[in-house]
């Protein structure tokens, strides 16, 4: 598992499993009170990754202040 966290959009990942581009077929988006997530979800149906949006305001500063920063694409 592997968490990102990008603190100028503020959204935080979740990588269920090693991820690749392309890998996620379906993104389910969903809101929890008041709180935006979208699942991902593989060709196969497995839930793969979780972003959290605002995650400032849902997920714990040591959690957010452990995690990595996305790699940025060219």
Same mark, same amino acid.
């Given at each position: 598992?592997?968490?990102?966290? *990008? /603190?100028?959009? *503020? ?9 690749? /581009?392309?890998? #996620?077929?379906?993104?389910? /988006?969903?809101?929890? *009170? ?7 979800? *593989?060709?196969?149906?497995? =839930?793969? #990754? ?13 959690? =957010? ?10």
């Amino acid at each position: 598992m592997k968490l990102t966290y *990008d /603190p100028e959009a *503020d959204a935080a990942s979740i990588f269920l499993v090693p991820f690749k /581009p392309g890998m #996620s077929k379906e993104a389910v /988006p969903i809101d929890i *009170d008041g709180h935006a997530f979208a699942f991902d979800f *593989d060709a196969e149906g497995r =839930l793969v #990754s979780i972003e959290v949006q605002n995650a400032s305001k849902v997920l714990p500063v040591s959690v =957010l202040k452990s995690a990595s920063r996305p790699e940025r694409r060219r």
